[in-house]
Nanobody, 118 residues
Framework: QVQLVEFGGGLAQPGGSLRLSCAAS????????MSWYRQAPGKERELVAG????????NYADSVKGRFTISRDNAKKTVYLQMNSLKPDDTAVYYC???????????WGKGTLVTVSS
């Protein structure tokens, strides 16, 4: 079965950094686009960043561009989100995501909470 497990959430100060990891299993990781989403209380879930199967192309939400970096290690079946220059409005639950394009089914991790506060 497909499993996505996030690590690395926690408390950071404004201007600080955190690195999130997502460990994947149960599918051919190296052929799938991977994404990070986030959801803050009272807000819609939004796409933060995406990366193609080989890591050759990435995209970012305007709100995080220049501060966050998505990367992947296909040998380790892991996708990362490096978050720098954190702001209080980055506070959210961050979710790892992929989609099976044949079935249309989305797969989600349970999420990891990031809190940015002084």
């Amino acid at each position: 079965q497909v499993q996505l497990v996030e690590f690395g959430g926690g408390l950071a100060q404004p201007g600080g950094s955190l690195r999130l990891s997502c460990a994947a299993s149960g599918f051919t990781f190296s052929t799938y686009t991977m994404s990070w989403y986030r959801q803050a209380p009272g807000k819609e879930r939004e796409l933060v960043a995406g990366i193609t199967s080989t890591g050759g192309s990435t995209n970012y939400a305007d709100s995080v561009k220049g501060r966050f970096t998505i990367s992947r290690d296909n040998a380790k079946k892991t996708v990362y989100l490096q978050m720098n220059s954190l702001k209080p409005d980055d506070t959210a639950v961050y979710y790892c995501n992929t989609v099976n394009t044949w079935s249309g089914v989305h797969y989600w991790g349970k999420g990891t909470l990031v809190t940015v506060s002084s």
